[in-house]
T-cell receptor
Framework: AQSVTQPDIHITVSEGASLELRCNYS??????LFWYVQSPGQGLQLLLK??????LVQGIKGFEAEFKRSQSSFNLRKPSVHWSDAAEYFC???????????FGRGTSLIVHP | DAGVIQSPRHEVTEMGQEVTLRCKPI?????LFWYRQTMMRGLELLIY????????DSGMPEDRFSAKMPNASFSTLKIQPSEPRDSAVYFC?????????????FGPGTRLTVT
């Protein structure tokens, strides 16, 4: 069965600093991987996705993520965080043949001015 | 496109009352999902539809919960009778087959409070 772990419940960064949010998955083959963002009072929005090919994927709002098979990871990065990036971030994994992603518990990003 | 539309945005009701949550998916999307989000349990999939047909309702917590999708542009999630532990944010999401599996578009959610 597919599963995903986001080891950090909260992350605090200063505005302008770089960001990396961790995501580890459990699945035998190469899964489909996603990052979603949820701003307060809103639904989840897709930031980026990985299906195959280049292991470094670019998303919206200046985010990128790198798929590392050897580490079963799909970490989300941003070189310079803006105050508006404060939100909840969810990693999701999907195994082949399924249309139902499994979501992690989320990481809350706090941005200090 | 207006995105996934949910109504109401907020619902406060008393225990024992019937609650109906509504969702209009994005036009042309083949899949529709109902989720529940709480601090304790995170994001839980309740049920999903493909082409208006319920495919998997194993996440529906109890018989008090029911969902329908009478046509491609409308779905409801009903709780009868409601209980305080049903208090949560309920999300509807839709997904296009062509967009690839797992790519979901979420509505803004309905925050349900049962007193």
């Amino acid at each position: 069965a597919q599963s995903v772990t986001q080891p950090d419940i909260h992350i605090t960064v200063s505005e302008g600093a770089s960001l990396e949010l961790r995501c580890n998955y459990s699945y035998g083959a190469t899964p489909y991987l996603f990052w979603y963002v949820q701003s307060p009072g809103q639904g989840l929005q897709l930031l980026l996705k990985y299906f195959s090919g280049d292991t470094l994927v670019q998303g919206i709002k200046g985010f990128e993520a790198e798929f590392k098979r050897s580490q079963s990871s799909f970490n989300l990065r941003k070189p310079s965080v803006h105050w508006s990036d404060a939100a909840e971030y969810f990693c999701a994994v999907l195994s082949g043949g399924s249309y139902i992603p499994t979501f992690g518990r989320g990481t809350s990003l706090i941005v200090h001015p | 496109d207006a995105g996934v539309i949910q109504s109401p945005r907020h619902e406060v009701t008393e225990m024992g009352q019937e609650v109906t949550l509504r969702c209009k998916p994005i036009s042309g999307h083949d899949y529709l999902f109902w989720y529940r989000q709480t601090m304790m349990r995170g994001l839980e999939l309740l049920i999903y539809f493909n082409n208006n047909v319920p495919i998997d309702d194993s996440g529906m917590p109890e018989d008090r919960f029911s969902a329908k999708m009478p046509n491609a542009s409308f779905s409801t999630l009903k709780i009868q009778p409601s209980e305080p532990r049903d208090s949560a944010v309920y999300f509807c999401a839709s997904s296009p087959l062509a967009g690839g599996p797992g790519e979901q578009y979420f509505g803004p959610g309905t925050r349900l409070t049962v007193t």
